[in-house]
């Protein structure tokens, strides 16, 4: 499978403990973004790399959350001292920046419960 | 501020009916647009995107899609529903040429 994949694909967890959600890319995609996603809405936008620059972070991104992309490859996302607010689906998507169209494909995407 | 507002949170039609899912959008900026579905559990999956040209996009699973530049609308339209495509759509535009901004999603029930 050469999709975007994403780990684990269910996390539950206590509130108050940190998470970390691994994506990993299209192999020669450049970009990679995330989004968030509760229950009846449809996702918003967290945060983008282009390879290994984090170019814009949404408001949404408190400073309990932090992402990284090292060597523009895989990234990941990590909560800290989670809340029951932050349940959600996580979402991650690539695209190859050199396309007029810049299509993202998303992964299956991390359901996140926080307890 | 660019913003996407899809019309009806719940659609209902019969296997064989027309399908019309709706979608207005706001930009200051000629706009990319987007219809991506989703299934239970799953990401998304585009299903097609305007970008420039021909205004009729077609795409996969007999979808297509109209953008309407008079209108802001971008109407996600099959002529024959199937069961298959019960899912959530959800209609979505470039913010900025970087992220996407989607709509709040309509849910599709098909009637046997």
């Known amino acids: 499978d050469t999709g975007v994949s994403q780990d684990p694909r269910h996390k539950i967890t206590k509130r108050g403990q940190n998470v970390t959600f691994r994506c990993d890319p299209i192999?020669?995609?450049?970009?990679l973004y995330w989004y968030r996603q509760t229950l009846g809405q449809g996702p918003e936008f967290l945060t983008y790399?282009?390879?290994?620059?984090?170019?814009?972070k949404s408001r949404l991104l408190s400073d309990r959350f932090s992402a990284e992309r090292p060597k523009g490859s895989f990234s990941t996302l990590e909560i800290q001292r989670t809340e029951q607010g932050d349940s959600a689906m996580y979402l991650c998507?690539?695209?190859?920046?050199?396309?007029?169209?810049?299509?993202?494909?998303f992964g299956p995407g991390t359901r996140l419960t926080v307890l | 501020a660019q913003s996407v507002t899809q019309l009806g949170s719940h659609v209902s039609v019969s296997e064989g009916a027309l399908v019309l899912l709706r979608c207005n959008y706001s930009?200051?900026?000629?706009?990319?647009l987007f219809w991506y579905v989703q299934y239970p559990n799953q990401g998304l999956q585009l299903l097609l995107k305007?970008?420039?040209?021909?205004?009729l996009v077609k795409g996969i699973n007999g979808f297509e899609a109209e953008f309407k530049k008079s209108e802001t609308s971008f109407h996600l339209t099959k002529p024959s529903a199937h069961m298959s495509d019960a899912a959530e759509y959800f209609c979505?535009?470039?913010?900025?040429?970087?992220?996407?901004?989607f709509g709040q999603g309509t849910r599709l029930t098909i009637n046997p």
């Open positions: 192999s020669e995609h450049n970009r």
């Open positions: 930009s200051s900026v000629p706009p990319y």
């Open positions: 998507a690539s695209s190859r920046w050199d396309s007029t169209s810049n299509e993202q494909f």
């Open positions: 979505a535009m470039f913010q900025g040429a970087q992220k996407l901004v």
């Open positions: 305007y970008t420039t040209g021909a205004t």
């Open positions: 790399f282009q390879n290994e620059a984090q170019l814009e």
